[in-house]
């Protein structure tokens, strides 16, 4: 398969560069059957590199490290690099709303209105009837900014968009069905939710996560990305990006630098392993809510499951993934050019964290089902070690 670069990307890196791909890991021991599933998505589905990170309740964590974080210099796979953490940041923005709710500033059965009023055109959908519930939940019927933003088939990484621009592009089409009445993802929902904390609080929303999760938490290499910061700061993978070619046939191209504009509080924003890690445990620990807006958070809806996928469900900025060997996991996934996470864990009959696991690829998947399949494959070896 053919490499490439897209844009001058040495010129357009921000901050520093890798000095150095030696990142130690939490433990040198892997599980073997994680390093397997790792394995596949490398060897057999061509991915370029892939990393797990999987903690149990009082033993330290386990990192599996597989493939390249550069193709061209064949550096390995940093165990805890920097990676762009997309949709990840819906679950931070959404235990934000819920601490809002626990301090009687937002409701989340009060309508988007009554914070943004006049924000949503009436063409777009009624913010009277939409609850802070439904925009958590994705049953807004707002429509997706992102349809026809360029992709795939016209990869554009450096163009930039303000908050409004965004908004607008969803603001142009009517709403997709009445709110509360069906489930469809939507980014535009979360745009919203952000400037709702930025209402209630006098602060950028980017600042709340930070003081309220980041901090607390103690994920210090975590951050948001300055406008026109293209590149990842300190150690990271190099993020690549499955493109066509002539012919039909697939190229990969490097994009592991771009404009981030494109995320805002649905996606913006940059993590490692090691952090999402200590967000998920903190989140489902108890650190970060009382039980009772936990139990909110979980209260889920049956969504589509893509090819390859187990059965999912969402609840308010959070996942549940049917685990093959019984139950259910909770966490979230993100998905965005050069960069694919998704985090689990499991609870013991005491509503305790029992295990955690965050898988990371560099690479986004091409049209081939494999690759998605054998990414929850890997997920499911660290929170299924015995199935």
Request: aromatic share 8%; proline share 8%; charged share 15%.
């Given at each position: 398969?053919?490499?490439?670069?897209?844009?001058?990307?040495?010129?357009?890196?921000?901050?520093?560069?890798?000095?150095?791909?030696?990142?130690?890991?939490?433990?040198?021991?892997?599980?073997?059957?994680?390093?397997?599933?790792?394995?596949?998505?490398?060897?057999?589905?061509?991915?370029?590199?892939?990393?797990?990170?999987?903690?149990?309740?009082?033993?330290?964590?386990?990192?599996?490290?597989?493939?390249?974080?550069?193709?061209?210099?064949?550096?390995?796979?940093?165990?805890?690099?920097?990676?762009?953490?997309?949709?990840?940041?819906?679950?931070?923005?959404?235990?934000?709303?819920?601490?809002?709710?626990?301090?009687?500033?937002?409701?989340?059965?009060?309508?988007?209105?009554?914070?943004?009023?006049?924000?949503?055109?009436?063409?777009?959908?009624?913010?009277?009837?939409?609850?802070?519930?439904?925009?958590?939940?994705?049953?807004?019927?707002?429509?997706?900014?992102?349809?026809?933003?360029?992709?795939?088939?016209?990869?554009?990484?450096?163009?930039?968009?303000?908050?409004?621009?965004?908004?607008?592009?969803?603001?142009?089409?009517?709403?997709?069905?009445?709110?509360?009445?069906?489930?469809?993802?939507?980014n535009t929902g979360y745009?919203?939710?952000?400037?709702?904390?930025?209402?209630?609080?006098?602060?950028?929303?980017?600042?709340?996560?930070?003081?309220?999760?980041?901090?607390?938490?103690?994920?210090?290499?975590?951050?948001?990305?300055?406008?026109?910061?293209?590149?990842?700061?300190?150690?990271?993978?190099?993020?690549?990006?499955?493109?066509?070619?002539?012919?039909?046939?697939?190229?990969?191209?490097?994009?592991?630098?771009?404009?981030?504009?494109?995320?805002?509080?649905?996606?913006?924003?940059?993590?490692?392993?090691?952090?999402?890690?200590?967000?998920?445990?903190?989140?489902?620990?108890?650190?970060?809510?009382?039980?009772?807006?936990?139990?909110?958070?979980?209260?889920?809806?049956?969504?589509?499951?893509?090819?390859?996928?187990?059965?999912?469900?969402?609840?308010?900025?959070?996942?549940?993934?049917?685990?093959?060997?019984?139950?259910?996991?909770?966490?979230?996934?993100?998905?965005?050019?050069?960069?694919?996470?998704?985090?689990?864990?499991?609870?013991?009959?005491?509503?305790?964290?029992?295990?955690?696991?965050?898988?990371?690829?560099?690479?986004?998947?091409?049209?081939?089902?494999?690759?998605?399949?054998?990414?929850?494959d890997a997920l499911f070896a660290g929170l299924?070690?015995?199935?």
């Amino acid at each position: 398969m053919k490499r490439w670069t897209v844009g001058p990307v040495a010129a357009l890196l921000v901050g520093a560069t890798v000095t150095a791909w030696t990142f130690p890991a939490d433990s040198s021991a892997s599980a073997p059957g994680v390093q397997h599933a790792l394995d596949v998505l490398t060897h057999d589905d061509g991915l370029p590199g892939a990393v797990a990170r999987v903690t149990e309740a009082s033993h330290p964590a386990r990192t599996s490290v597989s493939g390249v974080g550069d193709v061209d210099s064949r550096a390995p796979m940093p165990a805890d690099g920097h990676l762009r953490m997309a949709s990840n940041v819906k679950s931070m923005v959404a235990t934000v709303v819920l601490q809002l709710v626990a301090e009687r500033k937002v409701g989340l059965d009060t309508s988007l209105a009554t914070y943004l009023p006049g924000v949503v055109p009436p063409r777009a959908g009624d913010a009277d009837a939409i609850t802070i519930r439904e925009l958590l939940q994705h049953t807004s019927g707002l429509h997706e900014y992102s349809d026809g933003l360029p992709s795939h088939q016209n990869f554009a990484p450096f163009v930039h968009y303000t908050r409004d621009q965004l908004l607008q592009r969803a603001f142009a089409k009517g709403p997709d069905f009445p709110p509360g009445t069906q489930y469809r993802y939507s980014n535009t929902g979360y745009i919203l939710l952000g400037m709702v904390i930025e209402k209630v609080t006098g602060q950028p929303w980017r600042d709340e996560v930070t003081r309220r999760i980041f901090e607390p938490v103690g994920m210090r290499d975590s951050y948001f990305p300055a406008a026109y910061e293209y590149g990842l700061r300190g150690v990271y993978a190099h993020g690549y990006m499955q493109l066509p070619a002539a012919g039909g046939a697939m190229t990969e191209a490097d994009v592991t630098h771009l404009d981030p504009s494109g995320g805002d509080a649905n996606g913006d924003g940059i993590s490692t392993p090691g952090d999402l890690a200590k967000f998920y445990t903190a989140l489902f620990g108890g650190q970060l809510l009382p039980a009772g807006l936990l139990a909110e958070m979980e209260k889920v809806v049956a969504t589509p499951s893509p090819p390859g996928s187990p059965e999912l469900a969402y609840g308010l900025g959070i996942g549940r993934y049917t685990l093959p060997c019984g139950g259910y996991a909770w966490g979230n996934a993100g998905t965005t050019n050069g960069f694919q996470t998704i985090s689990g864990l499991t609870l013991d009959a005491r509503g305790r964290v029992a295990r955690e696991v965050t898988i990371e690829v560099n690479s986004t998947f091409g049209p081939q089902p494999a690759e998605a399949t054998h990414f929850f494959d890997a997920l499911f070896a660290g929170l299924c070690p015995a199935h």
